[in-house]
Structure formats: structure tokens, C-alpha cells
């Protein structure tokens, strides 16, 4: 009798080994064979799978090679460093190629009408890539991440939150925060020989004023603890960011184990998820008391969220998904618009003749002794918005983005299979010629900057 329930168990232990086997070797080996080789009638062809790793030694050769180069001052080719694995393939298959990440497919998309294709998808076919369960515990799946009807809902109510009249509202709070900060240089300056100080690191310190204005603007009267969320999902950001880069091969269950980084993950998470719903409750109380939901970032939110908000008859969004929006707004908006300040910054310290224009513009719209306080007169600062989408353009923080195909489908007739992710080299096609006459739907309204801005400003050497 207990022979037989051990032989039974060993043949129910060879099933399941050998289907396991099975399944590995098809998702291994026999589908990306049969994807390559189905892309490759197609016309597309890329770097040959490699098993389990896919291509992404050879991705991580190409930028640790280039990661020490030091960039030519006017020269605005970053490809070698910020997409060295795009730069190398297209040289070999041309701007749409097939490449592997891990043992998922990565077609790589330079081609604008296809990329049109993939932004502008209604039937749901190009969906969000799934950032993995790290990323989405950090960030939540706020907008940046929500797809479908979940993007919907929200999108719904966070809007309200960022039409023009809206943010015109926050200009001032934005003023006063740089005003702080350029404060502190001018005193620096005063106190320097010859009247003239360095700033040793402008990154850092634009780092810090977006996070000031990010704390107002979002949180307003309860800025304090807004900046606390804020310094305690930056601890989580560098936890998070460093456990994934010396992850090595995943081990499961490796996050629930109580090791001193996952105890202080676990303890910036609670503190994270506490403080917001803190900050949430205190609105919400202090508009029943007739006081408002305020009018910051959350409290537009909330207030669209209520029955009677544009959310709909009842509140769209659960005090989970409240709080996945707070963290976007951090994520979303802080180091992108520090990126943006800081390369503007440095085009204007190698373009003076720039510099000039800027300064006397600023000096004519708004008057010497004043900063731009309010929305309107932001508007007037014509060239100085051109500058902005220049850099945008040449600098922007996002360098690529990605979509999954939902089902079997078609892209720029060519057929592609269910879980294809499709990769947009934003940085590149930025530099692509076609890219200055064509309007994809990300940069609509760019097009005037930056045909007139690139003479003078875009020098361009791919
Ligand atoms: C210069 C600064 C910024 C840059 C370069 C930038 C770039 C981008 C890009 C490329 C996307 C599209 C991502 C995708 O579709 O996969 C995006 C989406 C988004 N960004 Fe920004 N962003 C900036 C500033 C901000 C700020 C200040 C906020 C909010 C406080 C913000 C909030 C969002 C949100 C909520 C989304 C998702 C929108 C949606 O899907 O409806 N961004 N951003």
C-alpha cells in the first residue's frame, strides 16, 4: 500500500517535472525561435536570441562601454550614452529591428507613423508595460502606469486638477520657491570677490527647489508632511533601485525575507501609505466643516472625486488609488522637471547669444524689480517657452517609452504577435530629421519651437 502511494507520487513528480520542462523549453527556446523567424519574413530582423538572457549582456556591455564618455560641450549627440544599444542595432537592421529582453520580444520602433500607430491606439491593442511588482510598489499605478478603464476613471478626475486656469493658480507658490532659491545665489554672489559665486552642483539644487515646488503644489497647507512623503519615498526610490540593479537572477520569495534593506523598505512603505492617508483624512474632514478640500494638487483631486465631482455619481477613485495618484505626482514631476530646468540651464551657458534674448525678454515682460508672479504674464515669455521645448527635445528626461501588444495584431503592416513589447526611442527620433516636419501625438504643438529655436540651438551630429 505504501508502495504504491510513493510510486504514485513519483509518477505525478515526472509529470509535473516534464511538463514544467515542456512549457520552459517552449517559452525558452521554441517561441522566440518561432517569433524571430516569423519577423524575419517580415522583413524585420535584429540581434540573434541568446537562451534565457536574451540580448541583455550585450545591451549592458553597450552601456557600461560608453557609460565614462565624457560628451563634446557642443555637440548634442547623447545616443551613445543614453541609448548605445538602439545606436549600434540600427546601424546594422535599420530603424525597426527585433531585439530580446530576456526571453520577451522588444521590437524596437523608429519609425514615426508606426510610432503614431502606438500612441494612438483606441481598441486598447498597445497597453502599458507592466513595470514589475518593485516599480508599481514604489510608484503605485497611478496614471503614469493605469490602462484601460482604470486610466479612464482616473483621468477623469485628475484632470480638473491641471487645466490652464488651475495651474495658473499655483504660479505664484512656483515664483516664491525659485525666488528662494535664486535668493540664496544672488546673496552668495554678494558675498564673493568680485560679486560672482559658483554653483557647484545646479542638478542638486534644482533637484531641490522642484521638490519644494512639488510639496506646495500638491500638498499646499499640509507641505510639511507632503515633503516628508517625499523624503521617505526618495529612500525608498535608491532601495528599490540599487536592490535591482545587483538583483542577479531572481530568487522568489526574496522580498519577504527580513533583511535590514527589506525592514527599512517595509518601514518607508507604511510611513509612505501612513502619512498620505493622514493628510487625505484631514481634507476630507475639512470639507465637511464647509472649510474645502483646498486648492492644491490633492484637494482639486478629491474634490473632483466626490459624488457631485466630474468623477460621476459616485467617488471613482478608492483611498488606495488616491494615494498611488499622490506618489505619480512626486514621481512624475519632480526629477523630470529638474532634468528640464538643469539642461536649459547649460544650453544657456554654452548659447550666451541665448542667454541675452532670454534675459531681455524676461526684463521686458515683467519689469526688472519683479519675478513672473502670475500665469498670465508666463504666457508673454515667448522665446523662453522655445528654449523650454528645445531643451525638451534635445534633453528630455524620458528617453524611451514602452508599449505591450494586448493581442495578435499589425503594426505598420507588419504582423505581430500577443506580448511583443514595442519600444519608442524618444531621444533618437528627436534627432531624427523627419521628426522636425512630422507631429507625433506626443509632441503636438512642439513643432513651431523647434523648427524655429533649431537653427540657432540644434546642431545636431548623429
Ligand atoms: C519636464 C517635465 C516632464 C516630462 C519630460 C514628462 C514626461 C512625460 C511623458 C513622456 C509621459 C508619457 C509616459 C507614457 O505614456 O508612458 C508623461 C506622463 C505623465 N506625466 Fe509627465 N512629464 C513631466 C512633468 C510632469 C509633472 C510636473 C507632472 C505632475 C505633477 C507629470 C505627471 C504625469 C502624469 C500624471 C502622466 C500620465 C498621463 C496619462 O497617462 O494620462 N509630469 N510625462
Same mark, same amino acid.
Given at each position: 500500500m505504501a508502495s504504491a502511494a510513493v510510486l504514485l507520487l513519483v509518477a505525478l513528480a515526472v509529470v509535473l517535472a516534464s511538463w514544467m520542462l515542456t512549457a520552459a523549453m517552449h517559452r525558452l527556446v521554441w517561441r522566440p525561435y518561432a517569433v524571430a523567424r516569423a519577423f524575419r519574413r517580415q522583413g524585420i530582423r535584429g540581434p540573434e536570441y541568446r537562451f534565457y538572457v536574451g540580448n541583455n549582456e550585450e545591451s549592458k556591455a553597450l552601456r557600461v562601454a560608453t557609460a565614462d564618455d565624457v560628451l563634446d560641450l557642443r555637440s548634442h549627440d547623447i545616443i551613445p550614452r543614453v541609448l548605445p544599444q538602439y545606436k549600434?542595432?540600427?546601424?546594422?537592421?535599420?530603424?525597426?529591428?527585433?531585439?530580446?529582453?530576456?526571453?520577451?520580444?522588444?521590437?524596437?520602433?523608429?519609425?514615426?507613423?508606426?510610432?503614431?500607430?502606438?500612441?494612438?491606439?483606441?481598441?486598447?491593442?498597445?497597453?502599458?508595460? !507592466?513595470?514589475?511588482?518593485?516599480?508599481?510598489?514604489?510608484?503605485?499605478?497611478?496614471?503614469?502606469?493605469? !490602462?484601460?478603464?482604470?486610466?479612464?476613471?482616473?483621468?477623469?478626475?485628475?484632470?480638473?486638477? #491641471?487645466?490652464?486656469d488651475k495651474l495658473k493658480m499655483m504660479a505664484r507658490t512656483m515664483a516664491e520657491c525659485a525666488d528662494e532659491v535664486l535668493g540664496r545665489w544672488v546673496a552668495r554672489a554678494a558675498a564673493a570677490d568680485g560679486g560672482v559665486a559658483r554653483v557647484e552642483n545646479v542638478g542638486q539644487e534644482f533637484g531641490e527647489?522642484?521638490?519644494?515646488?512639488?510639496?506646495?503644489?500638491?500638498?499646499?497647507?499640509?507641505?510639511?508632511?507632503?515633503?516628508?512623503?517625499?523624503?521617505?519615498?526618495?529612500?525608498?526610490?535608491?532601495?528599490? #533601485?540599487?536592490?535591482?540593479?545587483?538583483?542577479?537572477?531572481?530568487?522568489?520569495?526574496? !522580498?519577504?525575507?527580513?533583511t535590514k534593506t527589506n525592514v527599512r523598505r517595509w518601514q518607508l512603505t507604511k510611513k509612505v501609505r501612513g502619512t498620505l492617508m493622514a493628510i487625505i483624512r484631514d481634507r476630507q474632514a475639512a470639507a465637511k466643516d464647509a472649510r474645502g478640500y483646498g486648492n492644491d494638487l490633492l484637494g482639486l483631486v478629491l474634490e473632483a472625486n466626490t459624488p457631485t465631482g466630474t468623477g460621476g455619481q459616485r467617488a471613482a477613485m478608492s483611498m488606495d488609488e488616491i494615494i498611488d495618484e499622490c506618489k505619480t505626482f512626486f514621481f512624475a514631476g519632480h526629477e523630470t522637471t529638474a532634468h528640464l530646468l538643469t539642461w536649459a540651464v547649460f544650453l544657456l551657458g554654452t548659447h550666451p547669444e541665448w542667454q541675452h534674448k532670454l534675459r531681455e525678454e524676461v526684463l521686458r515682460e515683467c519689469g526688472s524689480t519683479t519675478v513672473p508672479l502670475n500665469g498670465d504674464s508666463l504666457k508673454k515669455l515667448k522665446l523662453t517657452t522655445m528654449v523650454l521645448y528645445e531643451t525638451l527635445s534635445l534633453y528630455g528626461a524620458v528617453t524611451m517609452l514602452m508599449r505591450t501588444a494586448a493581442a495578435d495584431g499589425e503594426l505598420g503592416g507588419v504582423k505581430i504577435p500577443k506580448g511583443t513589447m514595442t519600444m519608442i526611442p524618444l531621444a533618437m527620433m528627436h534627432r531624427d530629421e523627419d521628426a522636425l516636419v512630422q507631429s507625433l501625438p506626443f509632441n503636438s504643438g512642439w513643432e513651431g519651437p523647434l523648427t524655429a529655436v533649431s537653427q540657432p540651438l540644434l546642431k545636431v551630429r548623429c
Open positions: 549600434a542595432w540600427m546601424a546594422s537592421y535599420g530603424k525597426v529591428f527585433l531585439a530580446w529582453a530576456g526571453h520577451m520580444p522588444a521590437l524596437w520602433v523608429g519609425d514615426h507613423e508606426m510610432v503614431k500607430q502606438i500612441l494612438s491606439t483606441k481598441a486598447g491593442m498597445f497597453r502599458k508595460t !507592466d513595470p514589475g511588482p518593485s516599480i508599481l510598489a514604489l510608484m503605485g499605478r497611478g496614471l503614469v502606469f493605469a !490602462d484601460g478603464e482604470q486610466w479612464t476613471r482616473h483621468r477623469r478626475v485628475v484632470h480638473p486638477a #491641471f487645466t490652464m527647489l522642484t521638490a519644494d515646488v512639488i510639496s506646495h503644489t500638491a500638498f499646499g497647507s499640509s507641505y510639511r508632511e507632503g515633503k516628508e512623503v517625499f523624503l521617505a519615498q526618495r529612500e525608498l526610490q535608491y532601495i528599490v #533601485f540599487s536592490t535591482m540593479n545587483n538583483a542577479g537572477l531572481p530568487l522568489p520569495g526574496r !522580498d519577504c525575507l527580513p
